[in-house]
Structures are given as structure tokens and as C-alpha cells.
Antibody
């Protein structure tokens, strides 16, 4: 059974930093691209960042480019999101999601999701 | 950048009725590369449909997807109480539509 378990959420002041972790199990982690998707309170879904299976290629939404960094450790089956210069509008539930498989493409759809980690940016 | 429109914004139906949800893209979605997700209240999203019409693992056959180009449809053949939630469409490689909320009359 595929499982994705996020941790590291919490309350942080504006301008602060936070690191989210996602531990994966139930599949060959090194074979799969991974991503982070967030949802602000009462709002829709926003794709924040993604990383290929090797970690060589990454993607960031314009809203977080230059402030957030996605990384992974295939030996630990984990993906991370380092968030810096946090703002109030970064307040959201952050979901770790696995990217599906489509030949010739890596940024596709999300086939499994974690339960999410709440990040609150407030003074 | 693809802009997505989902309609209606809210759909209120009785159990057993048919639900038809629309997702329209501002430009053609190649090869039917579109997915649908369900998000029940207080839960994480779940993949329902990928490739416009393929049901994900464990999804009941009352859910079906269709469409191509710029117009896609998610149909719930007979609405059940557990289908209440918000449904999002997503072209591969792009972010999500604004969602359609489905609730019971």
C-alpha cells in the first residue's frame, strides 16, 4: 500500500523558514517523481513544486520560485520542501503527492496523496 | 498558461441523480492529458480519472470521464451521499481548475 506521511508543519512568523518532510513507503521511491501541492484555507489546490526521480530536474510555481526548494533522498525514501522568506499568503495545508507515469513526460498527474501538513504564517 | 473553467460552481442534487461536471480549457489539452480529483470534506484529494477517461485504482464505475481538446466532462452516474465534495480537473503539467462543489439537496 502506497503511503505518504508529511511532517514539519507548524506556526512560523513572517520572514521565517520551515522544512517539510514526506516519508514514502509501499513503492519503489527512486522510480517516481514527487511533488508538493498546497491548499490555502477555504481555497483550491495549487501545485507548488516537483522533482524528478533522480532529483536533477525541478519545477516551482511562480508564487514560490526563489523562496522554496524541493529536494529528495532516495536512500531514505523522502522528499523535502525547504521554505524561506515565508509570507502570510503561504499559509496552507501542504500535501505531498506522487506523480503518475506517462511515457516521455514527468510532470503529469498526481496518483497518491498524503494527508497534509498545516503551515501557518503569522505574527 | 492554460486557464481552466469549471462549471457549475456548485451542483446540488438528490441521491440517485446523475451529476455532470464540466471542465473547459483555454487551449487544447494534448492527447487527452487531463485528470480529475475528488476532495471530500476534511480529506486530502484523491485521483479519480486520468487520461481523460481512465478510472484510477479502486474508483467505482459510476464515475466516468470523457472529452478531448478543450472540453472535458466528469459524470457521476448515480450520486451517492459519500460523493459529496469538491471536484477538480487538472491538465497534465499544469495546475488545477477552481473546482465544482457537489452537495445533496
Amino acid at each position: 500500500e502506497v503511503q505518504l506521511l508529511e511532517s514539519g508543519g507548524g506556526l512560523v512568523q513572517p520572514g521565517g523558514s520551515l522544512r517539510l518532510s514526506c516519508e514514502a513507503s509501499g513503492f519503489t521511491f527512486a522510480d517516481k517523481a514527487m511533488s508538493w501541492v498546497r491548499q490555502a484555507p477555504g481555497k483550491g489546490l495549487e501545485w507548488v513544486a516537483a522533482i524528478t526521480w533522480s532529483g536533477v530536474t525541478t519545477y516551482y510555481a511562480d508564487s514560490v520560485e526563489g523562496r522554496f526548494t524541493i529536494s529528495r533522498d532516495n536512500s531514505d525514501s523522502a522528499v523535502y520542501l525547504q521554505m524561506t522568506s515565508l509570507r502570510a499568503d503561504d499559509t496552507a495545508i501542504y500535501y505531498c503527492a506522487r506523480l503518475g507515469a506517462v511515457s516521455g513526460h514527468w510532470m503529469v498527474f498526481f496518483d497518491y496523496w498524503g494527508h497534509g501538513a498545516l503551515v501557518t504564517v503569522s505574527s | 498558461e492554460i486557464v481552466l473553467t469549471q462549471s457549475p460552481g456548485t451542483l446540488s442534487l438528490s441521491p440517485g441523480e446523475r451529476a455532470t461536471l464540466s471542465c473547459r480549457a483555454s487551449q487544447s489539452v494534448s492527447s487527452g492529458y487531463l485528470a480529475w480529483y475528488q476532495q471530500k470534506p476534511g480529506q486530502a484529494p484523491r485521483l479519480l480519472i486520468y487520461g481523460a477517461s481512465n478510472r484510477a485504482t479502486g474508483i467505482p464505475d459510476r464515475f466516468s470521464g470523457s472529452g478531448s481538446g478543450t472540453d472535458f466532462t466528469l459524470t457521476i452516474r448515480r450520486l451517492e451521499p459519500e460523493d459529496v465534495g469538491v471536484y477538480y480537473c487538472q491538465p497534465y503539467g499544469a495546475s488545477f481548475g477552481p473546482g465544482t462543489k457537489v452537495d445533496l439537496k
